[in-house]
C-alpha cells in the first residue's frame, strides 16, 4: 500500500496523515480526506482522466520516515530510534553495522565495511564528544560493529552489549584489545576462582594434602565455579563493550590533545595506537594451548 504520509490533500491542502481516513480516486489514484472528497463530489483531476493523467507523489513531498517497531518518527539518518532503541533502516545498514562482529564477537577481522560511500553516512556526528571518524580510525576493522554497540548505548540510555568473546575468554579479549588492566585482573580473577578445582584434582592424584576435608574442598570448588561463571556472563560478557567504549574514549582524548594542530599526525597515531593486538592474541592462545596439552599429559602420567 503506497504511503501518502506527508503529501497534501487536494482539497483542502492539508497534509495527510497515517490516522486520516485516506480515499484514494479510483481513476488516477489521488488521496483525499475523506470528507474532503465527499465535500467535492468528484476527483479534482476528473478534467485529465481523459488523458490518461496518474496522479504521483510530489517530488516536495516530505518523505515521513517512522520506526518499525513503535512508529516514532526520525528524520532519516540515525541508526536507532530515540523512543524505543530499536535499530532503524536495518536492511541499508546491514552491511555497514551489523548485529555481530564475528564468530566469537571481538576476536576476528570483524566485518568490513559497506564501501566508503556506505560507511561515510554513519560517521557523521559524534560519540561522547569525539568524532566518530577518530572512533572509526582508533578501533580499526572492528569498528561498525562497536559504533552500533555505543549507538544502542547512546539511544537505550543502557551500558549493556554482550560479547561472546569476553563471556568465555574475558582475559584474551581485554589483552586482544589493549585493556592491559582490565585482561590482568581478569587472568587473576579467573586463576584464583580456578584453584580450589585444581587443588581438588591434585588431591584426587594424591601430589596436594587439602587442610580440609575433600568434601569441604569439592563445595568450595562449585561456589568458586558458580561465582566465576557469574563474573564471565554478566560482569565481563554484558558489559565489555561499554568497558571498551571507555578505554577508547581516554585513549583518543588523550592522541587528540597531543596532536591538535595536526590532522595528518593525529590520524597516524590513532591508527598507530588503536586496534588489536595481534601478537598478543598468538601468544596467549599459543600459551592456553601449550597449557592444555601439558595439562593432559600429565594426567596420563599420572595414571
Not at 489521488?30 to 485529465?48: D, M, N, S
Not at 580450589?196 to 584426587?204: G, I, N, S, V
Request: aromatic share 14%.
Amino acid at each position: 500500500m503506497q504511503n501518502y504520509e506527508g503529501c497534501n490533500c487536494p482539497v483542502c491542502k492539508k497534509p495527510l496523515s497515517p490516522s486520516d481516513d485516506i480515499v484514494v480516486c479510483p481513476e488516477c489514484g489521488a488521496p483525499y480526506h475523506r470528507a474532503c472528497y465527499q465535500q467535492q463530489g468528484a476527483c479534482v483531476y476528473e478534467h485529465l482522466h481523459k488523458t490518461g493523467f496518474e496522479w504521483k507523489r510530489p517530488a516536495s513531498a516530505p518523505k515521513v520516515h517512522r520506526c518499525p517497531n513503535c512508529g516514532a518518527e526520525y528524520a532519516g539518518d540515525e541508526v536507532f530510534c530515540e523512543k524505543c532503541g530499536s535499530p532503524l533502516h536495518t536492511e541499508e545498514k546491514q552491511g555497514a553495522f551489523p548485529g555481530r562482529e564475528g564468530p566469537l564477537g571481538g576476536f576476528g577481522g570483524g566485518p568490513t565495511f559497506a564501501g566508503p560511500a556506505g560507511f561515510a553516512a554513519d560517521t557523521k556526528g559524534e560519540i561522547d564528544g569525539i568524532p566518530i571518524s577518530d572512533w572509526a580510525a582508533y578501533i580499526g576493522p572492528s569498528a561498525p560493529y562497536y559504533i552500533y554497540q555505543f549507538k544502542r548505548m547512546d539511544a537505550t540510555g543502557h551500558k549493556i552489549g554482550f560479547l561472546f568473546s569476553a563471556a568465555f575468554f574475558a582475559p584474551i579479549y581485554f589483552l586482544y584489545r589493549k585493556m592491559w588492566g582490565l585482561g590482568i585482573l581478569a587472568g587473576a580473577i579467573n586463576l584464583l576462582l580456578n584453584l580450589p578445582a585444581a587443588l581438588m584434582m591434585l588431591a584426587e592424584f594424591g601430589i596436594f594434602f587439602a587442610p580440609i576435608s575433600y568434601e569441604m574442598l569439592g563445595l568450595v570448588a562449585s561456589i568458586s565455579s558458580l561465582l566465576l561463571s557469574v563474573i564471565q556472563f554478566v560482569g565481563w560478557g554484558m558489559f565489555a563493550a561499554w568497558f571498551y567504549r571507555r578505554h577508547c574514549a581516554r585513549r583518543i582524548r588523550r592522541i587528540r590533545e597531543q596532536t591538535q594542530n595536526d590532522p595528518a599526525q593525529r590520524a597516524a597515531q590513532l591508527h598507530k595506537k588503536g586496534g588489536p593486538s595481534k601478537v598478543v592474541l598468538i601468544v596467549l592462545l599459543a600459551f592456553y594451548l601449550l597449557s592444555t596439552l601439558l595439562t593432559i599429559y600429565m594426567t596420563g602420567m599420572l595414571f
